[in-house]
């Protein structure tokens, strides 16, 4: 019964997740029920052909851009909260978030506070995917340098805080010499955004979320062993030096590779892991992570739902809805449980 029930219970969030897509492409300024999006996608047979280009070209690849930046965030989450055992940890604590900020930022902003006219105009969302990888990647080298240097991991998740509060305050400098076009730009790529994005950006994300996952599959039992501290850890035969040049990488790639295509989305990677452990009362990762991923990307697929304000032409930024929805998510959290029990 104790096997069967994580089991059936992940089945459910299963269900929960596509009922959460199909929400989610039927909702817009548009309204198209599931069944005629069901019936399009398996006969070919569409109402209308505008409606077919609707959800073929920008619905369907938004719920799958959702999907997986809410099982990269969800997890990196999860893998940070686990390693450094502190409840408000977060995919973004590294400084990688604010490392692709800084990128798309020198994009956006450089020109116009140096008074650099090739950077005006519009900017190609490759550019813009590009720039916020190489700058994810820049922060990404420099906090390795550091883990290499540091063996303790909470001094490393204090460099990494450093790191991104030194990248943000490089951000302030450039916004407050910018002009108020490209400053207009940037605020709204801060403000994160799940569409926009054509099926080629939309496989390049999923193959990077893809070999970000496996380092955390590889390492399911030492983050396990984790839970009960490095000194525990180093006697069951687990390398924490090891562990943690992977969460790295697989932080670096599911966090950098989203904020790089998205913008920064808060919240679904602190909310979401804690959701999970109160739902399946475990602690065991190899029923976290499937579950935490499964939450994610429904939570995710369901705020971007309410973020279309269907039945209007208005969206709401995904930032917002995420921090309205996981703030008092946390909040609530922080005042039921004591964390320190599964810390």
Not at 31 to 49: H, N, R
Not at 201 to 230: H, T
Not at 238 to 259: C, E, Q
């Amino acid at each position: 019964m104790k096997t069967t029930k994580p089991i059936l219970l992940l089945l459910a969030a299963l269900i929960l997740l596509v009922l959460s897509f199909l929400v989610n492409v039927s909702l817009g300024s548009v309204s198209i029920s599931p069944s005629e999006i069901l019936s399009g996608i398996f006969t070919g047979d569409w109402t209308k052909a505008s409606r077919e280009q609707i959800i073929l070209n920008y619905r369907f690849p938004k719920a799958l851009v959702a999907i997986l930046a809410g099982i990269g965030l969800s997890i990196s989450g999860l893998q940070m909260q686990t390693f450094f055992r502190n409840p408000l940890a977060g995919p973004f604590v590294l400084g990688i978030s604010s490392g692709a900020g800084l990128g798309v930022a020198i994009l956006m902003l450089a020109g116009s506070a140096f008074g650099l006219a090739t950077f005006g105009g519009a900017i190609n969302p490759w550019a813009i995917a590009i720039a916020g990888t190489l700058g994810a990647s820049l922060v990404l080298l420099t906090v390795s340098l550091a883990a290499w240097k540091v063996k303790d991991s909470m001094t490393l998740l204090i460099v990494g805080l450093m790191f991104g509060s030194a990248v943000s305050a490089i951000i302030s400098v450039l916004s407050y010499f910018s002009g108020a076009e490209a400053l207009k730009l940037f605020t709204i790529w801060s403000m994160g955004s799940l569409g926009g994005l054509v099926w080629d950006q939309v496989w390049v994300l999923g193959l990077v979320i893809s070999i970000g996952i496996i380092p955390v599959i590889a390492s399911v039992k030492s983050y396990n062993g984790m839970l009960l501290g490095e000194s525990y850890a180093k006697s069951m035969g687990i390398n924490p030096d090891r562990l943690r040049w992977l969460m790295i990488l697989s932080t670096g790639l599911l966090a950098g590779s989203i904020t790089a295509f998205c913008g920064p989305i808060a919240f679904i990677g602190i909310a979401v892991p804690h959701l999970a452990r109160m739902v399946w009362k475990t602690s065991d990762h190899r029923i976290l992570f499937p579950a935490t991923a499964l939450i994610g990307a429904s939570l995710l697929l369901l705020c971007d739902a309410v973020g279309q304000l269907p039945g209007s032409a208005q969206t709401l930024p995904i930032n917002a809805v995420t921090s309205l929805v996981g703030a008092p998510i946390v909040i609530s959290l922080v005042l039921r449980k004591n964390f320190s029990k599964e810390f």
